[in-house]
């Protein structure tokens, strides 16, 4: 019998499986909907040409034993629809426009685009508070823009510009807001987790401890290859532990950069992990705006009510290579054709019009006005001074000695008042 080793594991064939022919103790119960979505291991355009289901949610025990949590079609009034359209637009129309600078040699660095992906923020993120607080990834401008950071200084900041978010020093994977509690981009994966669900428990401190009126909520996007790192699991834990004002919102996109979701992780339904920590997990097609945004309401609403994070997985689809530099030549063209066919914002349209909720001319200049929106964006950030040569030392903490060094280029510890009320150095 041949012996089992990593290297048998790469060169061996995997077999055809779906997601569901593994024995799952606790969620094989009868109440329990029958889960599917669009791309299982068996039917995944990958390996064959089957036309997969339409999606709906599925419900984890937790959220069938007594919330809303679920996904009827929402019920939109004009103007709602009107601007889930435009941040669609803005979203998507300001990355197309990354693209052209990218390749004109205006952003430096790599660039990771959302297309395709905008039903969840936009979903999400616009039934937010200003003081709600968001926590990106590096796939993170269109995030920054639903929370109302302006596409000028979204803009400014890929161009390295001092009037960009973050006065340039970040760049394309760090975008920050503290007006609008955009805590950033993230370029290590994973990494702004444990930041959010802090932010969540400031949330919780300020209301249970200090008594102030704070019922702020914290939104933390990640994709699916992150949901295999540790501080997903630590952070489900304690958001559950302490019942903290946080949704979990994984954008499975299907891939993390040539890594198929479905290759890389023991069970690839990522909602189903909330249960584990007693959590609700809900599943979503994240390309219709209006079923990730019910989930969304719901979520959002038992975070401001005090009862606790949730697990929202939305399944997307990146339209773009990983990044500008990724030729995108792993993936198989059936797969992004199927996608393709699926593009949130022109079925978001077709809805807005067969609902009469709105009319093609309506369309038409929202889309002018981004358009005229972004060009004014490109044509500030062009024009913005780069950041003065002595800002390069500023938020640097490391120096041979140890001790950072200050705004004037100096080591920290050669200030005469630097150890000034602390212990002899
Ligand atoms: C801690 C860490 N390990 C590895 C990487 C390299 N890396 C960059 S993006 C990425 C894939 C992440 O995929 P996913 O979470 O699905 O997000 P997506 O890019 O699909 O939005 C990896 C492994 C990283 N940035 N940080
Ligand atoms: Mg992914």
């Known amino acids: 019998m041949e012996s089992f080793s990593v290297a048998n594991l790469a ?21 329990l909907k029958a ?15 089957a036309i997969p289901k339409p999606i709906r949610a599925v419900f984890s025990e937790v959220v069938a034993a007594g919330s809303n949590l679920g996904c009827q079609q929402e019920m939109i009034t004009r103007e709602e629809g009107l601007i889930i359209y435009e941040d669609m ?53 269109v995030h920054a823009l639903s929370k109302g950071v302006t596409a000028r200084s979204v803009m400014a900041e890929l161009f390295g510009k001092a009037t960009g978010c973050c006065r340039g020093q970040g760049g394309s994977m760090h975008m920050f807001s503290k007006e609008f509690n955009m805590l950033g981009g993230f370029a290590f994966i994973g990494e702004g987790i444990p930041v959010a ?12 401890v200090l008594k102030e009126p704070c019922d702020d909520v914290t939104l ?8 295999n790192n540790g501080q997903f699991f630590e952070c489900l834990n304690m958001a559950v532990l302490w019942k903290l004002p946080i949704v979990f919102v994984v954008e499975n996109n299907l891939w993390a950069i040539g890594m198929s979701h479905l290759r890389s992780t023991s069970d690839p339904e990522i909602w189903k992990k909330g249960a584990a920590f007693g959590m609700p997990g809900v599943h979503v097609d994240g390309m219709d705006v209006l079923k990730v945004r019910e989930v969304a309401k719901e979520a959002i609403s038992r975070a401001r009510r005090g009862d606790g994070p949730t697990l929202v997985e939305c399944e997307t689809y990146r339209f773009r290579g990983h990044s500008l530099a990724d030729p995108d030549e792993l993936r198989n063209p059936d797969e992004k054709a199927h996608y393709a066919a699926r593009d949130p914002i022109v079925a978001f349209k077709k809805y807005l019009i067969e609902k009469n909720l709105a009319k093609e001319s309506d369309l038409k200049s929202i889309e002018k006005k981004i358009d005229e929106l972004i060009d004014d964006a490109v044509e500030f950030a062009e024009a913005s001074p780069v950041p003065p040569r002595s800002q390069l030392l500023e938020n640097v903490f490391a120096d041979p000695k140890g001790f950072g060094i200050g705004p004037d280029g100096k080591y920290r510890c050669e200030d005469p008042g630097f150890t000034q009320g602390t212990a002899q150095v």
């Open 11 to 31: 060169v061996v064939p995997q077999p055809a499986a779906t997601f569901f022919d593994r024995p799952c103790s606790f969620l094989t119960g009868s109440h």
């Open 35 to 49: 889960p599917f979505r669009s791309i299982t291991k068996s039917n995944s355009p990958i390996s064959s040409s």
């Open 89 to 141: 637009i803005l979203g998507r129309t300001f990355e197309d426009m990354c693209a052209q600078m990218y390749y004109r040699g205006k952003m430096f660095g790599f660039v990771h685009l959302y297309n395709g992906q905008e039903a969840v923020s936009t979903g999400f993120i616009k039934l937010l508070k200003q003081q709600d607080c968001v926590v990106s990834t590096y796939r993170d401008h």
């Open 197 to 208: 669900t802090g932010a969540a428990f400031t949330s919780k401190y300020k209301r249970e």
């Open 220 to 227: 933390a996007f990640f994709g699916d290859g992150t949901c």
